[in-house]
């Protein structure tokens, strides 16, 4: 089984599936991880479901959801929430988190959210009506070969792209003792990330709607006291409206923290994320949440 660095370093989404049914091993071990998997970071009550990928859910999702053709998986991870004022954050922390743990144990996923029709799954689940479906992840073993829409889709958003460090992670210096900064906020390097490094380096890889990494992290610095790492969020035009009640940045806002924390885990990093909006803000960001150490 791969560890968490290793998947976020290597795993691609896979929209071509070979067909085949998960064995009994691989299945059993998928349900038990979705039953360990939920722990998120401000409460919301999320829950996640496998479902049989049938024919119909499958043309569906092909031909409704952007950028999400998919072929022949073997079922779909489906999660749910309920409307809350983080919920779209703690959805998209515990999802990632379950894709995480699946990719660890060699079974392939692709992120859908998007204009899918959300019925079938909600029926399929027995959900009332005012519980969200934000996304869900086929998965399944991945087709010998990458079909030429899969191939087409990962150009189309720039799949393996990412941005560059100087354009997601900043640090503020402070004066003990002033909600003021000493200067602007500039650019944090992978050597003074220091010990954040490796964290910092995940949530640059983590998935996001279209590729568009919505997430930005300021390091708090002052000459006393625990240094923050406050989590934000640059909107891109319209993705907060485009589908009712479901935000798909907050989302990605959640997976980044997912990414952050499993490395976290990983190392031996004690901390957790929380709400603690600081008093000056950068320009053109909306507040997520901020990573304290323990």
């Not at 071990?29 to 722990?39: A, F, G, I, S």
């Not at 640059?204 to 989590?231: E, I, K, M």
């Amino acid at each position: 089984m791969k560890n968490a660095r290793e998947v976020i370093a290597s795993r691609l989404s896979c929209r071509a599936f070979d067909g085949q049914p998960l064995s009994a091993e691989d299945e059993a071990q998928v349900r038990d991880l979705l039953e360990k998997v939920n722990d998120p970071p401000f409460g919301s009550p999320v829950g996640l479901a496998l479902v049989p990928a049938d024919d119909a859910m499958i043309a569906d999702i092909s031909e409704r959801a952007p950028y999400g053709v998919v072929h022949n998986p073997a079922q779909f991870i489906v999660g749910y929430v309920q409307k809350g004022r983080h919920s779209m954050e703690d959805f998209g922390f515990v999802l990632e988190q379950a894709v995480l743990h699946v990719e660890a144990s060699f079974v392939s996923t692709c992120w859908l959210g998007g204009t899918f029709n959300r019925g079938g799954f909600a029926k399929a689940l027995g959900l009332d009506r005012d519980v969200l479906i934000p996304a869900v992840v086929p998965i399944g073993y991945p087709a010998r070969r990458r079909t030429v829409s899969d191939g087409s889709i990962r150009f189309a958003v720039g799949a393996r792209k990412r941005k560059r460090w100087s354009e997601l992670f900043f640090e503020v210096e402070f004066w003990d003792d002033d909600d003021k900064p000493q200067s602007s906020p500039f650019p944090l390097t992978p050597a003074s990330a220091a010990d954040f490094e490796a964290m910092l380096e995940a949530v640059r890889l983590a998935p996001s709607t279209s590729n568009q990494q919505p997430w930005r992290v300021y390091r708090y610095s002052a000459d006393s006291g625990p240094d923050l790492l406050h989590l934000f969020v640059a909107r891109t035009t319209g993705f907060d409206k485009a589908i009712k009640d479901v935000d798909m940045q907050r989302i990605d806002a959640g997976v980044a923290m997912a990414h952050f924390s499993a490395v976290a885990d990983e190392l031996g990093f004690g901390g957790a994320w929380t709400e603690r909006k600081p008093s000056w803000m950068p320009r053109g960001v909306e507040y997520v949440s901020t990573w304290v150490e323990n």
